[in-house]
Every structure is written in structure tokens, then in C-alpha cells.
């Protein structure tokens, strides 16, 4: 936007100014109800199509003032020519007095069409005007230097896409830009052109994962030439094959290797540009998104160009049945008569830690064209931005965030940069794609984390006045009823605030008011570079709703670690007035981490210390997203009848109240009395210890563990405290009242309501755990209100439940999952909404989060836009950082070359393997479609899978006796299961059996299942839990049982069955959570006076599918104490009689 310092004359009394300070002047002295912008010389913004409205642009032209016939029919936008017709540049002097359109606010047409022919014609008047006429002279630029901003047919449409792409070219990095690599005078690409000489490149550059340096290169060069023969400079005639034939040197071999690299680079376009944000220089790699994304569609197999409105119906799974391409296809359709089609792009960024120091991080930029259909997703990476550090210096903290924002647009402004145009008026393409000439960028989705999302549309960051970026939700709101309907961002109005904030920002005036801007919708003065693409700052303004709902940071780094962080908090609320049922808190916790030793060897779950349950200071470094997600899956199991409180706390002393109300009063606190050391063996001592630690801040602190410490002494002077053998807590039994069972009733908690904190810090979504205390709030009356009288323990093993669940229908993890629909969509936000307000939020208390909001508020809006929440899911992209990680390793770790270094190795490589895998199918092509060699299909069966669709048995067997088979535990009745009691007869067993399982909720397809039945696998045996039913049985009747044996043969007769020890459904407590999402409880099929279960011969045949079994946590915990494991557990005839297990419903079959 140029400024202009002429007169200009008032659009309500029509008085003339010489200045814009004197007209700015008279209408706030004048016509104080217009605004202090009512006479502001801004040129006419674009706003969306108004439906009421036709084609012709009639509408709009009366609107604006001009005659509706001047305008019979506006031209397409994707023709930009300077001879502009008479008829509209009369069109725009008479829209209004000074030749421009007012305010946004003052424009009521919608036409798209229209408006982008009067921006067509405005921009060529002005330049006429500006070539011909005298002006007043404009502004000196910043620096005195003339910075030339928009030039061409940029300028071709007005709108606040143009003034946010002129905020950009002001800074002038287009002109700074370089290319990439330097490459070698007189540098010879291409001389590894044979098939064994490719061979060779591909191994210097995948040897050891990151390819050889410089140094081995040298080595291993003079070690083909030994091998070879070569080294002693002797020639042979005839063909060329030996290495110095072709590299007469191991330099000659090194710059070889080289020039391959630098030249694949070039020729993929990478450039640099080096950035000097506050006197800081940065480098930044890129590329053009434009054409990659071209290139990427060209490379397609099977591409898709347009969306069939009547094909897709109410489906909603891929990214071209989602609204958002459709919405930016009729979008393009109303601009131009040509024949186009939108070239629709996701992408994503994130930053990744590559060295474990935490010296050097990568930062990509990717992006995959969702028109290419061919089944597996292809990201491009098109740029790297440089990460930022906080230096050390007076408000370093705030300096480096605002170079983070600028770093990161720009470098994202010279991503993008081509395709701005080809966004607004498209771009033609050399050759057609099934008839299709004209392609508009688009892009359709962003996939990133929460932190990054707000960085790339420059909002505020933290618990602001609106923390999320697709809505105008209020911080308090954002977890609550209020929240679900919150107003979207105005796409216009946000973006005429970030320019406004700028603008103030790059002079250095009126701090007030830009402080105001950024506060009126919790902005950052910094615009965001993809607001000058088409669709995102025009129609169909989907600028804030290109935002991706990311499973792996929204869920499994995000709510899946925030439930269990509050969980930790809000138990030691929960315990406020009542001992924990188990012990202490630190005690429950730990406990409930030690549970994942009895998933068994099916378990996904992390093993790796601390574990789940822990508190937010104690970090989970080890833990990736796939964990996370892992343990939703038994995070039910873990904490079932663990969290509960028991016996209500006695009442402190009298001494101690009175010295409690002094020490509130200002008092001196009076010094704790000596007291005789416990035993080191007593367990109450080591509870008074650990509750100390635990207890929750509120009031003095240390009056409240002085209160417990002499309560746990007096109980264990007075011998009611119970021992921990027995698993029970001191003043506490597994038979104790809970929370809802108690007559009184737990009094609701006096803390304060202030929301937690989010996404400060880390991604997990959790501040400090002092805050948190601080923050932290627990409503009884709330939970009473919706689980009436269920006990708190079993109303936490219900909350997982249903998270198992939800996530389930998110994310898509079960076999059998339909494609995703409307409808479907519209049940899995139902679900969402009704596990925030009455499952989560009675049970942890009130939270802000905007992870929770956004499973909240916007998972319906996220598959109806993107298709399916897997679209979004950044897990795929962040396994792609694993190429340049490896590739770290080759460069020097120098802070200012290792980025172009890796951009060398990483991207060269690539590019060189992406170039022959292309040049290999060429040739197979050649061969197809004329040539004389014959190809054969040859099918070769897998080697585990009979040709004949059976399951088929290991081909590793051991023949033992029936009697050696008979000495191994659980089996003494093994020859009656197999219907042969000779003990010496040779029995020939496997350890595993490949099947394809059967599910009643589908017919098949599904993938080959392993079942193991090993005494001993990898140091530890490895019993499946197995589903199978026999001869005879009704339809739809499942048996259950432990797999213990394969048997293929029998005293030399073949049996193929599997030796099952049977297990039958048993009763369970009512209203058990488990139970009621679908994991039916079993025990042990043994009659009076058995030592072990029931053993059943079953046919191979018969065996249904894998099942994962796991025994019932609270059962262990009841029987054998708090602090049982496996190895504590005996293993007794009494205790495998009162066993109990769970079949697991939500493991993640595939």
C-alpha cells in the first residue's frame, strides 16, 4: 500500500484538505461519529461473493456508486492486460469523490469477480496517473535507501493479500537470495553413468546410514583401486572397467561426488538468503513451493483434479472430499471462465532436536499435493529456517521471540513467494493435465503443533485474552459450555489489524494503540506471510481454518500426558480431607507405573521409567508420540481401583490449632518438639514421609505435615496401624468407604478457580507444577452432579475408558474402521464434547487448555474441511526427520555450514535417487511398450503363508516326548488333551503359528497374525491369549484361553492343534468400567480340587484371532499389596483359582 501526501476532499461534507494530518484533523473534529479512518486514503479491499447477488457484478456496481451498465460482464481475473476498458475506469472515478473505494466496513459488494476488475483497473490508473502527472512526493523509506516493493501485475488486485505481500517485498530478501551451493569451477556432473559406477554413489552416500566423509571417500577409493588392480598404474586394453578408467584420482573421485550433489541441488532450485533480524544474521534455505508441487503432480501415478460433489456425497476421509477443497474449487470457478482446476497442498513445519546437546536443531518446511492420489502420501521439503536462540542481553527473552516470528515468515514469504500469483490469477502449465491448462495454488491445511501454529499466524502465544487460533473463545471459556460456539477469527478484520500494528511498530508511534490492536484479538505486530496467498486472505478465507487437528501433539503429547498430569495433582485434592485408600499418593503413582510389568509380551505400552502417571516437573524425555499414543490403550488397566480415597484424616490437636491460627496471624511458629526416630522398617514412617511430600499447598504447609507425621506416630505407638504387607495404608483398607460411599461427604475443595496453564513451557501442555498447585480446582458438587454416588477410583477408571474409546474414533486405529463420514463426524464431536464437559472436567476440575478446547470445539469443523483427523496427523512427517538426522552426522557441526552441508548430503542425495528411480522406469517403459525382452509374472508365495490361504505352523519343530511335554507347568494333562496317555510317544512341537484372523465385524483382508506359544522366547516365555470356538458350537459363541503348546504331530500322526489352557467368563463388580467398554472379565476354567486349568486340544483351524489378555489390576493389588509385581506374585494353586482377567478391547489390532 504506496501513501499518498496530496489533497484530498471529505466524503461527507466535501470540504478539501491539503494534507492527511488536516483532513484526519477535520473529521474527528467535524464528523466524530464516521471514525478516525472515515477519510483514510486506503484503495478498495476484496470481501467474499454474497449469494444474493448474480453473476454480473450488477449488484455490487450500484453499491458502489457507479452505473450498473457500465459493466456488462467482467472479465476473467486470470487476464491481467494494461488496456483496460473506458467504460470502468469511468466506473471507478464515480465510485467515489477521490477515485478509490472507502473501508471494507463501507463496502457492501460481494462480487469477487467484480472487485478484482475495479483493483485492475485502479492500479492501472494510478500508474498512469503516477507516470504522467505531478504528486506530492512520497515518504523517504526507512534507511535511505529506495526499496522497490510490488512491481508488474502483482498489484493487480487490492486487498489486504496485496498489502501483506508489499510488508514483505519492503524488506527486500527476494534480492538477497543466492543460490544454494556453490558449485566447483569446471565441475563435471554425471560421470557415475554406468550401472555398477551408481551402485558405488549409492553406497558412499547410504554407508553407515549418513554416507562417507571426504576422509573415507579417499580410503575407499584406494581400496577399489587395490582391489581392482589399478593401483599400480598398469593398463589393460579393452573395455573401461576398473575405478581409475574412470576417476584417475581420488581427488578427481571426491569432486565427482561432489559435483553430483551440488548439481542435483541447483537443479532443484535451492536457494539462500541471509536475514538480519535486530542485528542478528540468520540463513535461511528454500525453494519454490510453486514448483515442486508442479514438478510432485507431474511425477504423479495417478492424480486427481477436480472434486465430484455427487461422487463424494457424505464422505469425508480424504483431503479431496474434505469442504475446504471444495469451497476453494467454487472459489476459483466464479474468477475465471478457463478451464482450472486447484492445486491443493498441505504443509507442515516443525522444529527437531538433531544433535544431544541441544546445540543444533532442524527446522523443515514440507509440503505433499493432495491431487496425487496414488496411495501413499509424498512430503517435499521446500525450505529450512533457521533456529533462533535467546541471546544474552537486556530483554533477550522478548528479542528472540520477535526474530522467531520474523524468521519464520520470511522465510515461509520466500517459500511461497511464486505462488502468490498463481494462487490469485493461477498458473498455466506447459502441458496440460487431462485437458487442464490453468492450476491455483491453494493451500489447504497447515499440520503443526500448538505452539508453531500460533507462531505461523503470528498470534499470541499462552493463557491470552484468545488463546485459540480458529476462534474468538475467551481463556476462562475455552474448556466450558461457553466454548463450543465461539464466533470464527474475522479473516478481514484480523489481517487490517496486523497491518495497522505493523505499520505502527515500523515507526515507532502511537505504542497505545498498537498495544490495543494486539490486545483486540491477541495478535503479534508481525503479518502473516501466507495471508497473501489466494483463499487464505481472499475467498473462501480460510486463513484461520487451514489449522490442522494434529492427533500426535493435540492427543498423545497433549491430552493424553495432560490427563495423567492432573490426575497426580487433583488426587492429593481428592485426598485433602481422607487418606488415599493405597498407602500415600507418591506410593499410588508408583504403583500404578509398576502395573505395566503384567500387560504381558502383546503390551505397547512404554516400559521406560518414570512411566504414564506422573506429576508435570517429572519429565518424559524418552517418551515419543507413538508411546504416548501406546499407552492409551492400557492406561484403563493401570489405574483401575488404584485412585481412590479412604478413611477420613483425624483432626489435628489442639495445640497444633492454636499454633496453626497464631502462625496465620503473624505469630512465630513454634519449633517442632523432638521426637524419637521411628524404626526404619516401620512403613508408616516412610508414609508420613511421603505424604509430606505430597501434600497440597494450601494454608502453612508445614503445619499440615507436622499434624500427619504425629497422627502416623501416635497410630503406630497405639498399634492401629496395619503393616504394608498386608497392602493396605496406615489409618486405611482396600474395604474402605470411598468418596461417594462416605455418609458425611468430602467438603468441596476452597481453591481457587483460575484455569491452568497451556502450551508454557512444553509441549505437554502444563506449566510449572507450583502454578499449577496455585491454578488447581477440584468441584465436588460438580462431580456428585454427574456421577452421582460412584466411587472417585471407579469414575477415573471410566474417564480412560472413554478416552480409549474417543481416540479410537478418532484417529482410526481398529481394523475395520468405516471411511469417516458427516455423520459420523458429527457422532465423534458428540463424544468429544461429552467426554470435556461430564467426564474430564468432573473428574481432573476445571483446566484451560486449548488441546482440550479443540477436541471441545472443533473436531466436527476439522473432518468436514480436511476429511478424516488422520489427514492432519504430523506422526508420518515428523519418522521424515530421520534422513537428516542420519545425515548430521556427516557434516562438521559447525554452527554456520552444517545447514548447508546437510542441505548437500540430505537433499542431493534424494534428488540424485529420485532422478534414477525416474530414468529406471523410462527404460522399463521402453521395454513395455515395444521392446523385444519378454516379462514374466512370476507369483512367489511367502514363505510363512501357504499358497492355499491356510495359516501355516513355524517351520522350526522339536520333537520331544510326551512325558517332557508333559513336565512343563500348567501341562501334566497334556496326553489326555491329546488323546494319548503313552508318555514315551515322540511329540513334534512349534513355537508359532501364522493365521489370518477372523472378526465378527468384518469379512477380512486383514493382516497375518503370529501366534506364539513359547516356553521360552528371548529369555522369558510368551504365551498368547487366543479366541477360538469349536465344532459344534452356536454362531456367535467365542471361547477364550492361553495358548501353551502347538503340537503338528503326534507319535507320527499329524494333529495340528494347539494346546489352549481354557479360561471362562466370570461375574464382575456392577457397573465396572471395563466391563461396560466391552472387555469381558475371565478366570481360570479349573474344577474343585484342580492345581491347574482345564487343557483343550484345538484344531488350527479353529483358532479365531489373537486376543490380548491381561489380569485385573485391582484384583493383584487386593490380594497380593500395593507393591506386587510379578516377581512377588506366587504362583499357588489358591491364587490362580481367584486370578482374574480382562480381554484387552481396545488393543490397536490391525
Known amino acids: 500500500m504506496a501513501w499518498t501526501y496530496g489533497a484530498s476532499r471529505c466524503s461527507e461534507c466535501g470540504v478539501t484538505k491539503a494534507n492527511p494530518a488536516a483532513m484526519r484533523r477535520h473529521t474527528l473534529t467535524q464528523h466524530r461519529h464516521l471514525g478516525r479512518n472515515a477519510n483514510r486514503r486506503l484503495p478498495p479491499q476484496q470481501r467474499g461473493p454474497d449469494p444474493a447477488l448474480g453473476q454480473t457484478g450488477s449488484g455490487a456496481a450500484s453499491t458502489l456508486g457507479g452505473d450498473p451498465a457500465a459493466v456488462a460482464r467482467p472479465p476473467p481475473a486470470t487476464t491481467s492486460s494494461l488496456a483496460t476498458p473506458t467504460a470502468g475506469t469511468h466506473l471507478v472515478d464515480a465510485a467515489s469523490l477521490d477515485g478509490h473505494c472507502g473501508s471494507v466496513s463501507d463496502c457492501d459488494a460481494d462480487d469477487e469477480a467484480l472487485l478484482l476488475q475495479l483493483a485492475d483497473v485502479a492500479a492501472v490508473t494510478a500508474s498512469q496517473q503516477a507516470g504522467g502527472a505531478p504528486h506530492a512526493a512520497a515518504k523517504p523509506p526507512l534507511g535511505g535507501h529506495d526499496v522497490e516493493v510490488l512491481g508488474g501485475d502483482t498489484h493487480a488486485r487490492s486487498s489486504v493479500c496485496t498489502e501483506a505481500q508489499a510488508e514483505y517485498e519492503r524488506i527486500g530478501d527476494a534480492k538477497r537470495c543466492r543460490p544454494a551451493v556453490e558449485a566447483r569451477p569446471h565441475c563435471k556432473p554425471g560421470l557415475f553413468n554406468t550401472l555398477a559406477l551408481r551402485l558405488m554413489q549409492e553406497f558412499i552416500h547410504e554407508a553407515n546410514g549418513s554416507g562417507l566423509s571426504t576422509t573415507f571417500q579417499t580410503k575407499f577409493y584406494e581400496m577399489m583401486a587395490k582391489w581392482d588392480g589399478s593401483a599400480d598404474d598398469r593398463r589393460q586394453t579393452g573395455p573401461a572397467n576398473k575405478i581409475k578408467d574412470h576417476f584417475p584420482s581420488a581427488n578427481a573421485f571426491r569432486n565427482a561426488v561432489r559435483d553430483d550433489l551440488d548439481e542435483a541441488v541447483l537443479s532443484a532450485g535451492w536457494m539462500r538468503c541471509t536475514m538480519v533480524p535486530g542485528g542478528v544474521q540468520y540463513v535461511s534455505f528454500f525453494r519454490s513451493g510453486l514448483h515442486v508441487a508442479v514438478q510432485a503432480l507431474r511425477n504423479a501415478q495417478k492424480v486427481q483434479l477436480r472434486r465430484d460433489d455427487n461422487e463424494v456425497g457424505d464422505r469425508r476421509e480424504s483431503p479431496m472430499d474434505g469442504e475446504a477443497f471444495k469451497a ?49 502420501d509424498q ?80 498470534l499470541k502465544a499462552g493463557k491470552c485474552t484468545y488463546p485459540c487460533t480458529s476462534c474468538m473463545v475467551r481463556a476462562d471459556d475455552a474448556c466450558t459450555e461457553a466454548g463450543v460456539n465461539a464466533a470464527d477469527r474475522d479473516v478481514v478484520k484480523t489481517l487490517e489489524r496486523h497491518l495497522e500494528a505493523v505499520h505502527l511498530s515500523r515507526t515507532t508511534k502511537k505504542r497505545k494503540r498498537r498495544v490495543m490492536l494486539e490486545t483486540a484479538s491477541s495478535i503479534n505486530a508481525f503479518v502473516p506471510a501466507l495471508a497473501a496467498l489466494g483463499g487464505l486472505g481472499t ?48 506410593t499410588t503413582a508408583r504403583a500404578g507405573n509398576t502395573r505395566t510389568e503384567f500387560l504381558g509380551r502383546r503390551s505397547l505400552a512404554s516400559f521406560i521409567p518414570p512411566g504414564y502417571l506422573v506429576g508435570p516437573k517429572e519429565k518424559q524425555a524418552t517418551f515419543t508420540g507413538r508411546q504416548q499414543r501406546a499407552g492409551v490403550w492400557f492406561l484403563a488397566f493401570l489405574v483401575a481401583g488404584l485412585f481412590g480415597p479412604g478413611t477420613r484424616r483425624r483432626p489435628p490437636p489442639k495445640k497444633k490449632q492454636k499454633e496453626r491460627a497464631a502462625t496465620k496471624h503473624g505469630g512465630a511458629k513454634t519449633p517442632m518438639p523432638v521426637r524419637r526416630r521411628p524404626p526404619p522398617a516401620s512403613s508408616s514412617s516412610r508414609r508420613a514421609q511421603d505424604l509430606g511430600r505430597a501434600t497440597v499447598a494450601g494454608g502453612d504447609n508445614d503445619q499440615d505435615v507436622d499434624d500427619i507425621i504425629e497422627s502416623l506416630l501416635r497410630a503406630d505407638a497405639d498399634g492401629s496401624s496395619n503393616s504394608d504387607g498386608g497392602g493396605n495404608a496406615s489409618g486405611a483398607s482396600s474395604s474402605a468407604g470411598s ?14 478457580e483460575k484455569p491452568d496453564g497451556d502450551d508454557v513451557g512444553d509441549e505437554c501442555g502444563n506449566e510449572d507444577e507450583s502454578s499449577v498447585y496455585q491454578n488447581l480446582a477440584f468441584d465436588w458438587d460438580l462431580y456428585r452432579s454427574k456421577f452421582g454416588d460412584m466411587p472417585y477410583k471407579v469414575a477415573v477408571t471410566h474417564m480412560f475408558v472413554k478416552y480409549a474409546e474417543l481416540v479410537d474414533r478418532l484417529v482410526g486405529t481398529f481394523h475395520c474402521r468405516p471411511p469417516m463420514t458427516v455423520a459420523e463426524g458429527e457422532e465423534v464431536a458428540r463424544l468429544s464434547r461429552s467426554f470435556v464437559l461430564d467426564i474430564l472436567t468432573p473428574v481432573l476440575g476445571k483446566v484451560f487448555s486449548t488441546k482440550v478446547h479443540k477436541l471441545l470445539a472443533h473436531v466436527l469443523d476439522a473432518i468436514k474441511l480436511h476429511g478424516a483427523i488422520k489427514n492432519g496427523d504430523t506422526g508420518s512427517n515428523e519418522a521424515l526427520h530421520g534422513n537428516e538426522k542420519r545425515r548430521y552426522c556427516r557434516t562438521n557441526k559447525d554452527e554456520d555450514n552444517f545447514r548447508a552441508q546437510l542441505l548437500r548430503v540430505g537433499q542431493g542425495t534424494l534428488e540424485i535417487k529420485s532422478r534414477q528411480a525416474r530414468e529406471d522406469a523410462e527404460f522399463d517403459e521402453w521395454f513395455d511398450d515395444g521392446g523385444d525382452v519378454a516379462t514374466v509374472a512370476t507369483a512367489v508365495p511367502d514363505c510363512g503363508v501357504d499358497t492355499t490361504g491356510r ?41 508359532s503359528y501364522t493365521f489370518s484372523p477372523r472378526y465378527p465385524c468384518c469379512a477380512g483382508g486383514h493382516p497375518k497374525q503370529h501366534l506364539r506359544a513359547a516356553p521360552l522366547y528371548r529369555g522369558l516365555p510368551w504365551f498368547d491369549g487366543v479366541a477360538y470356538n469349536v465344532p459344534g458350537d452356536s454362531t456367535g459363541l467365542v471361547r477364550y484361553g492361553e495358548a501353551r503348546s502347538i503340537v503338528r504331530a503326534v507319535a507320527g500322526a499329524a494333529v495340528d492343534v494347539v494346546v489352549v489352557a481354557g479360561m471362562d467368563i466370570c461375574e464382575s463388580m456392577p457397573g465396572c468400567p471395563l466391563v461396560g467398554g466391552g472387555c469381558a472379565r475371565l478366570c481360570w476354567s479349573m474344577e474343585v480340587g484342580d492345581e491347574w486349568p482345564a487343557l483343550h486340544a484345538i484344531p488350527l483351524t479353529s483358532v479365531l484371532r489373537l486376543e490380548h489378555i491381561v489380569p485385573d489390576q485391582d484384583q493383584i493389588t487386593r490380594d497380593h499389596g500395593i507393591t506386587a509385581t510379578p516377581k512377588t506374585v506366587r504362583d499357588t494353586a489358591g491364587h490362580r483359582r481367584r486370578a482374574r482377567f480382562f480381554v484387552n478391547a481396545f488393543y490397536p489390532w490391525p
Open 328 to 376: 476453494h474449487q467454487e472459489a476459483i470457478d466464479n474468477v475465471t471462465v478457463e478451464k482450472a482446476f486447484v492445486l491443493g497442498v498441505h504443509v507442515y513445519s516443525d522444529a527437531s532436536l538433531l544433535s544431544w546437546s541441544g546445540a543444533h536443531y532442524l527446522y523443515p518446511v514440507r509440503i505433499r499435493v493432495v491431487n496425487d492420489v496414488t496411495g501413499d
Open 951 to 991: 495359516g501355516v505352523a513355524s517351520r522350526r519343530t522339536a520333537t520331544i516326548t510326551l512325558d517332557e511335554l508333559a513336565a512343563r507347568p500348567g501341562l501334566s494333562a497334556v496326553g489326555f488333551a491329546l488323546n494319548n496317555p503313552a508318555g514315551t510317544a515322540a511329540v513334534r512341537t512349534a513355537n
Open 539 to 586: 475467498v473462501p478465507h480460510h486463513l484461520y481454518k487451514m489449522i490442522a487437528f494434529d492427533p500426535l501433539h493435540v492427543l498423545d503429547l497433549g491430552i493424553t500426558r495432560m490427563l495423567c498430569h492432573r490426575l497426580i495433582l487433583v488426587f492429593s485434592h481428592v485426598c485433602k480431607e481422607y487418606y488415599p485408600e493405597f498407602k500415600d499418593e507418591s
Open 379 to 458: 512430503w517435499y521439503t521446500v525450505a529450512y529456517v533457521p533456529w533462533v536462540r535467546t541471546l544474552k542481553e537486556p530483554g533477550g527473552k522478548e528479542k528472540a521471540k520477535g526474530r522467531r516470528w520474523g524468521v519464520l515468515q520470511r522465510t515461509l514469504y520466500l517459500a511461497f513467494r511464486d505462488a502468490i500469483n498463481a494462487s490469485h490469477k493461477g498458473h498455466t502449465l506447459d502441458k496440460s493435465i487431462d485437458g487442464y491448462n490453468l492450476a491455483f495454488f491453494r493451500v489447504l491445511l497447515y499440520a503443526c503443533d500448538r505452539p508453531e501454529e500460533r507462531s505461523v499466524l503470528c
Open 739 to 752: 468418596a461417594g460411599e462416605d455418609s458425611d461427604g468430602p467438603k468441596p475443595a476452597t481453591t481457587s
